[in-house]
């Protein structure tokens, strides 16, 4: 066979081959990946390369191949099992920053100046080192920052507020077209759709994306900017609407001339101030 | 506008927001979120009791103002 035929030939088979090969390893993105995991792949690719130029025998260097895909399977599977390998191969997290302080020796350690500290900080929205309560570095390199609780950001915990679970909207229409798994998924049907989006006055088609969101409202864009399509605020409807019935009720109490309808019509508006209260976070939140 | 018609006004819209609430507690996945629904209904069924008993007797005075 002639030299060409024979690296065309080889050049094909490797480059499927390396494809299966990367993807049997995993699916680790390169910037999560250790500098172990980095190395291997570079071994890989070489190996990879020198075979499919025909540098080195083919056997030899299947067999190359073979031990750099193997090992790091087997040892991430031990590493999955035991924690010891685990440590041994990824290494453990270093601390940089505890209760505020820098942990100079942690830094020689793993080879950080100030400076590239700092840097790494201010990516993490940490300019001010005082606000800085915990920092490590994790095994890939990344640095995790945990700021003094007082320079967090204001979670609707900490204001004593209740929100609603939201649940992740689900698409429905994409690029025009239905789609029936996401809706199914809901609990609603085509017939559904469609009605909801007759109501806003749009056909299917002029549809690029719709999105339903936990509560069952429908969001859409449409290929047509021009079109204006009303924002759905049935939910703020409803309490303005309770909040008027309340303001009624309270009315009627002060129109009655009997006592006990009064009472009646005062115990009626402290309940739907009550179903008020309940619902707000449901409903505006 | 008469003090039955009024009350029948909110009546009204208190059977509005009833029905759409229904919907929601239908709809949400969540069974907490769908359960708070429930309890409001239930409170809101109530105080429609009570606006429906005094319709009656408004209607029952003033037998003029009857029907819508």
Redesign the interface.
């Known amino acids: 066979m002639k030299d060409w035929l024979i690296i065309l030939l080889r050049s094909i088979s490797l480059f499927f081959l390396t494809l299966a090969v990367i993807r049997i390893i995993g699916k680790r993105q390169p910037s999560r990946m250790n500098p172990f995991n980095f190395a291997n792949y570079m071994v890989i690719a070489v190996i990879a390369a020198l075979i499919s130029v025909n540098v080195i025998n083919l056997v030899f260097g299947l067999i190359a191949l073979a031990v750099w895909v193997i090992t790091p399977i087997a040892l991430d599977y031990l590493a999955v099992k035991s924690k010891w390998v685990h440590d041994l191969i990824n290494g453990k997290p270093t601390i940089l920053i505890k209760d505020g302080k820098v942990m100079e020796e942690n830094l020689i350690q793993v080879r950080y100046t100030g400076e590239e500290l700092l840097r790494e900080l201010r990516s993490k929205n940490a300019f001010n080192l005082a606000d800085v309560e915990f920092a490590i570095m994790e095994t890939t390199g990344d640095i995790s920052v945990l700021m003094k609780s007082a320079k967090k950001p204001v979670t609707p915990y900490d204001l004593g507020r209740k929100v609603?679970?939201q649940?992740e909207p689900e698409t429905v229409i994409l690029d025009g077209n239905i789609l029936n798994e996401p809706l199914a998924n809901?609990?609603l049907n085509q017939d559904w759709l469609k009605v909801q989006l007759e109501n806003m006055g749009v056909s299917p088609d002029n549809v690029f994306i719709g999105q339903v969101d936990?509560?069952?409202n429908l969001y859409i864009d449409l290929f047509d900017d021009a079109l204006q399509v009303p924002i759905p605020k049935?939910?703020e409807l409803?309490y303005a609407?309770?909040e008027?019935?309340q303001a009624?009720?309270i009315?009627?109490a002060l129109?009655?001339k009997d006592p006990q309808?009064k009472e009646?019509y005062v115990?009626?508006a402290n309940?739907?101030g009550?179903?008020k209260g309940?619902?707000e976070p449901?409903l505006l939140r | 506008m008469t003090v039955g018609s009024k009350v029948k006004q909110t009546l009204a819209s208190l059977k509005g927001i009833k029905s759409t609430l229904e919907v929601y507690a239908l709809q949400t996945q969540d069974d907490e979120t769908s359960g708070i629904y429930r309890d409001s209904l239930n409170i809101i069924n109530e105080v429609m009791d009570d606006l429906e008993k005094r319709v009656q007797t408004l209607e029952f005075e003033e037998p003029q103002y009857r029907g819508l």
């Open positions: 609603s679970p649940p809901l609990g936990g509560s069952g049935v939910k409803i609407n309770l008027k019935c009624d009720l009315a009627f129109d009655t309808m009646i115990n009626d309940k739907i009550k179903v309940k619902l449901y």
